[in-house]
């Protein structure tokens, strides 16, 4: 298979779903069997998929292949040049790597949602949402390019605002999509500022172009400050889709989607898109944009973690916990950690796939009961629910044999090195106290669903292990939870494949930007041959080049995570074994009474049920703000502006009267004047009217007189 | 005294005045006409004074007699019309006749 006929089979994966999404749409409502037609369209993709990934990853596995065309040429742009709007599809391990992963989860959720969502009145227009989901999450993964990642960026939040409100009759639902476009789209802001900045200085939205412009020395306006801040603005948009720090708030409420969209949206793929758009721009990312990125990433693992603590809905937890993940990832991706950044977003997004799943499973079961405080028990009901949740719960504590022990655990030792390179501590300590605190509360939910007694025996009764639609669903994602999918060696995850197709890519910022442990040895090398010998310079400079081709991201960095690997790995499955301990302590054995530490830590407690009030500040600081301004700026059209606009209306009635008196009086009276006058000489001269031919001669006689005593022609 | 153009410009100045008093005055239409014929002759007159005196030749007393013949001819047409308002009005009084003013 050629290189363009693997772009051709991406372009077909991208657009197959938009096809089903549009068939169903419109013809949905009179054939009731046509949502089968989106999904078989999905299998397809999936299929397709599988052989784009597997073509790319057996030949061309250390290639980026990129096919571009003109979108919009606007010829000879004065002071620019040539400058024309390209678009295009860029495949790369990574590519193809999540081509799979998204194809693979929106199969699955639609399989799932089939039997999940039977009887819903919207049935078809649901399964055309998820086509258009899926359409815009694939538009992301293979743009090689930041305008269509913005465009399609769009999109997603688009379906994601259709599928979240899709029970619109729900106030809670309506609210949630809104809450999330809105939340969405304050990142989105920052994200198109960083966006203009790098198209305003390089002229182009291509990924490539933009970091060999960079690598070449160019930076935003002359300024390093420029380029962190892109990198800073880009990631903002990350921080909005990602549901990190301060634009988290919008993730939990989304839950009020369907739970199959919560899975495949809102664990598994969109909320990764930030994720991956951070791995995107990796190269242009300076030392201060690193630092701020793994700081949003460390703050927000820790605060979703605490607040997953108290929660008592289900699917609330898997969210915060979802958030806490993300967070993960984006810490790493800050730390530097690419390799395992994203390593975990695939991991993830199986685990927490089969998570929601699961959890859907759960709820279908309970007839739409979510609280766990109503469930218990459940094992014996459910037992391929209570199995596959299990494998996914390991997965997210960090077991050893599961997918999430082998990519958590890398990350966490890449922030321990960069803690060890940088000093900067505090995010590796954030990081091993949160992989404690999630096996904690993800056993805690376990516990509290599938184990112990019954909490309501009505409920407990009607429960029924799902149907097959949606438990196979289950088993193959908790499958790819297991090791073997990455490396055949279960501790070191850097013996597997996915370590050696996803590499680190080199970063392009000047080296005054980077991190010290970033600065590359070769450059050194070159200025001192340089100095050594001028004529060689060239010589040097492309030896150099060639050597930077091979260079990973930094010798120093890979060689401390070396370094802490092993002291990483015992440390958190020590931490992990902890925490599902105390879980098992408090919940299932009941040697502490929860209610008792509840009231013990109150305040705590209450800060993490209210999760940190951070709806209540936003509503406080924001929206009550907002609110206000509205009112003054209400006030100051109904007083204002109508005052000005009424005004004017007086006063043109005013002058109206005064111009109208003037027509009467003065323009009237001058018309009226000039008929008396006519009028007036009208009656003198009737009188000379005579009609008399005598009276004529005579006026002839004397007026020949006059005239010849005029003239005097003699 | 020797008879001169003079005179002749004089009697017919005398002749002129008086046919353009009667048509001015006269009430009765054809005392009109009649002023009409005075006027023509009084430029008969001249015409013929200023053949004899001038150097025009004979082509004044010739122009004259043209007038003579117009004169006929203009009494022919005027009498006809005369006679058209007496049937009409039933008089020749033109000071009655000022249909013109409508």
């Known amino acids: 298979m050629t290189e363009s006929s693997l772009i051709s089979l991406a372009v077909t994966i991208l657009f197959l779903p938009l096809a089903g999404f549009f068939t169903v749409l419109i013809f949905g409502k009179r054939y009731k069997k046509l949502y089968l037609f989106e999904v078989g369209i999905i299998t397809v993709s999936l299929i397709l998929s599988i052989i784009t990934g597997f073509v790319k990853l057996t030949s061309y596995v250390n290639d980026t292949i990129i096919r571009q065309f003109t979108w919009i040429d606007f010829g000879n742009v004065p002071s620019i040049g040539h400058l024309a709007v390209k678009l295009g599809v860029q495949i790369d391990n990574v590519t193809v790597i999540m081509l799979f992963v998204v194809t693979l989860i929106s199969t699955l959720v639609h399989y799932f949602s089939i039997a999940y969502m039977e009887g819903d009145p919207r049935f078809s227009r649901y399964f055309s949402y998820l086509g258009i989901f899926t359409f815009s999450m694939l538009g992301i993964v293979i743009a090689d390019n930041i305008l269509m990642i913005y465009i399609f960026w769009e999109l997603v939040g688009l379906s994601s605002y259709l599928l979240i409100g899709f029970w619109y009759e729900k106030k809670s639902a309506s609210d949630a999509s809104m809450k999330a476009f809105l939340t969405n789209r304050i990142g989105d802001i920052g994200m198109f500022i960083g966006i203009l900045i790098l198209f305003t200085n390089y002229h182009t939205f291509s990924f490539q172009e933009i970091f060999e412009s960079i690598s070449n020395g160019v930076v935003p306006f002359g300024s390093n400050g420029w380029l962190t801040a892109a990198g800073i603005l880009v990631f903002m948009g990350a921080v909005g889709k990602s549901a990190q720090l301060p634009l988290h708030i919008w993730l939990p409420d989304a839950m009020e989607g369907p739970t199959p969209v919560s899975a495949l949206i809102h664990a598994a793929t969109m909320v990764a898109a930030g994720v991956y758009l951070v791995a995107r721009i990796f190269p242009l990312l300076t030392a201060d944009a690193f630092l701020v990125i793994a700081v949003v990433g460390a703050l927000t693992s820790f605060f979703a973690a605490s607040i997953a603590f108290t929660q008592n809905d289900i699917k609330k937890v898997l969210a915060y916990s979802t958030v806490s993940q993300l967070g993960y990832m984006v810490m790493a991706m800050g730390v530097g950690a690419y390799t395992f950044a994203f390593f975990h977003l695939v991991t993830h997004a199986f685990f927490k796939g089969l998570m929601f799943l699961g959890s859907g499973s759960v709820i279908h079961a309970m007839h739409h009961e979510q609280d766990m405080r109503q469930m218990g028990g459940l094992k014996k009901k459910m037992p391929i629910t209570y199995i596959t949740f299990l494998v996914g719960t390991l997965a997210i504590s960090g077991i050893p044999l599961t997918s999430g022990f082998l990519s958590k655990d890398g990350l966490l030792a890449g922030s321990w090195a960069f803690g060890n390179l940088t000093g900067h501590y505090l995010i590796p300590i954030i990081g091993f106290t949160v992989a404690l605190m999630t096996a904690f509360y993800m056993f805690r939910l376990i516990i509290m669903t599938f184990h112990g007694e019954p909490r309501n025996q009505h409920k407990y009764d009607h429960a029924h292990e799902s149907p097959k639609l949606m438990t196979v669903p289950l088993i193959i994602l908790a499958s790819l939870s297991i090791f073997i999918f990455y490396t055949p060696n279960p501790m070191n995850p850097e013996a597997g494949w996915f370590y050696n197709w996803v590499q680190t890519p080199q970063t392009v910022v000047p080296e005054e930007a980077r991190f010290n442990f970033m600065k590359s040895e070769s450059a050194e090398t070159e200025n001192e041959h340089t100095i050594l010998a001028e004529d060689e310079h060239h010589t040097t400079e492309n030896h150099t080049k060639t050597e930077n081709e091979h260079v990973v991201h930094s010798e120093m960095y890979n060689e401390a995570m070396h370094h802490v690997h092993v002291p990483g790995m015992i440390l958190s499955i020590i931490l992990a074994s902890l925490g599902i301990l105390f879980a098992f302590i408090i919940y299932q054995w009941k040697k502490i009474d929860p209610d008792m530490l509840a009231e013990k830590l109150k305040p705590l407690y209450k800060l993490s049920f209210n999760k940190w009030y951070v709806d209540e500040i936003y509503s406080l600081l924001f929206i009550e703000r907002l609110l206000d301004l509205s009112r003054f700026i209400s006030w100051f059209d109904a007083k204002v502006v109508d005052g000005i606009v009424n005004y004017s209306a007086t006063l043109t009635r005013a002058f109206s009267r005064v111009t109208g008196w003037f027509d009467t009086y003065v323009v009237d009276g001058l018309v009226n004047f000039i008929a008396f006058i006519n009028g007036f000489f009208g009656l003198a001269l009737r009188k000379m009217q005579t009609g008399k031919v005598q009276t004529y001669i005579v006026y002839v006689v004397f007026s020949v007189i006059i005239i010849l005593l005029i003239l005097r022609p003699f | ?102």
């Not at chain 2, 005392?31 to 015409?47: D, K, R, Y």
């Not at chain 2, 004259?64 to 009005?89: H, M, P, Q, S």
């Open chain 2, 1 to 102: 005294m020797e008879v001169g153009l003079t005179h002749y410009l004089v009697v017919s100045s005398f002749l002129f005045a008086f046919g353009l008093y009667a048509i001015i005055t006269r009430k009765n239409a054809i005392l009109v006409l009649m002023g009409v014929e005075l006027v023509l002759n009084a430029a008969n007159i001249n015409f013929v004074a200023f053949s004899r005196y001038g150097n025009l030749g004979l082509n004044g007393q010739l122009i004259a007699l043209f007038v003579i013949i117009l004169a006929a001819a203009e009494a022919a047409i005027a009498l006809a019309i005369v006679l058209n308002i007496y049937k009409t009005f039933g008089h020749v009084n033109i000071d009655e006749i000022d249909n013109l003013k409508e």
